[in-house]
């Protein structure tokens, strides 16, 4: 099974992130994203009252990171404010009783490939350490451009290396697509992606999966902007075939501009295959 839901409050509704929970459930979704892209400056008491509504509703909580970020940084204090600022995140997700913390993990700013790839697994074990006393999976993004470290290799070559049962990666369709400039275009290329979940993760990575969905618009250099499911870049019908294919379960989170209307569509269509 999948559970279905918006990244961050509905469009339609009004208030903060619990009055989001309430008006998610109402719309008959079962999963919300809280955002935290600016900063996560929650109260405690806000989190623990935020995550005692979800459990009453049903609704699966998961967080993402700000996006001043990076793990690859060479200057010690934006290193150091990351890691705070990550494991921060991760203690308001723990207390709001959600388990899948997304981040952008960072830039390689002209590093080789292999030298960042083996900084950020040094980076990510730092991190594991801040974050080893709260109940989260730390969730390295698949990004949307070539300067960004976080392609479908590296992220789940570090679940890989690190242990599954400590790094599950997000797996935003939209960027993958638009990283590799528009590769997604028939079944078997969504096959794929699968294909190496569960070389890295096992069955356990295919029923455990954690995706942002949206239609994605790209240039030579990657991600652009996102895109309303409509227009079928990459086509959601055909992601959602082979997520079926391959039996896999787990949370689809609707990152389009029309958060909560494309993530009832991807509902209704997974429903009708």
């Not at 992130?17 to 979704?29: E, H, K, Q």
């Not at 990351?82 to 009783?97: F, I, M, P, Y």
Request: aromatic share 8%; with cysteine.
């Amino acid at each position: 099974m999948f559970r279905f839901g918006p990244a961050g409050i509905p469009l339609e509704c009004e208030g903060t992130s619990i009055d989001g929970v309430r008006c998610t459930a109402s719309l008959g979704l079962d999963a919300m994203e809280l955002e935290f892209v600016h900063g996560c400056r929650m109260k405690k008491e806000n989190a623990e009252e935020i995550g005692a509504e979800a459990k009453k509703l049903d609704i699966s909580l998961s967080a993402h990171g700000s996006y001043y970020l990076n793990l690859l940084s060479p200057e010690k204090q934006k290193l150091g404010r990351t890691k705070a600022e990550l494991a921060k995140t991760a203690e308001t997700l723990h207390l709001a009783g959600g388990k899948r913390l997304v981040f952008h993990a960072g830039f390689y700013l002209g590093m080789e490939k292999s030298k960042a790839y083996e900084l950020m697994k040094k980076n990510m074990n730092a991190l594991l350490e801040k974050t080893k006393d709260f109940d989260v999976f730390l969730a390295p993004e698949v990004m949307g451009k070539e300067s960004q470290f976080g392609s479908l290799e590296e992220v789940f070559g570090l679940a890989g290396d690190l242990g599954y049962d400590k790094v599950r990666p997000c797996i935003d369709w939209g960027h993958y697509h638009a990283r590799n400039r528009g590769v997604l275009k028939e079944k078997k290329d969504f096959a794929r992606v699968l294909e190496l979940v569960e070389k890295k993760a096992g069955k356990e990575g295919l029923k455990t999966l954690h995706c942002h969905v949206s239609g994605i618009e790209f240039t030579e250099k990657g991600e652009r902007r996102h895109l309303p499911l409509s227009s079928k870049q990459p086509d959601f019908i055909l992601l959602l075939e082979a997520l079926k294919e391959f039996k896999c379960s787990g949370t689809l989170i609707c990152e389009s501009p029309l958060i909560e209307k494309d993530a009832l569509l991807l509902k209704e269509t997974w429903e009708g295959l």
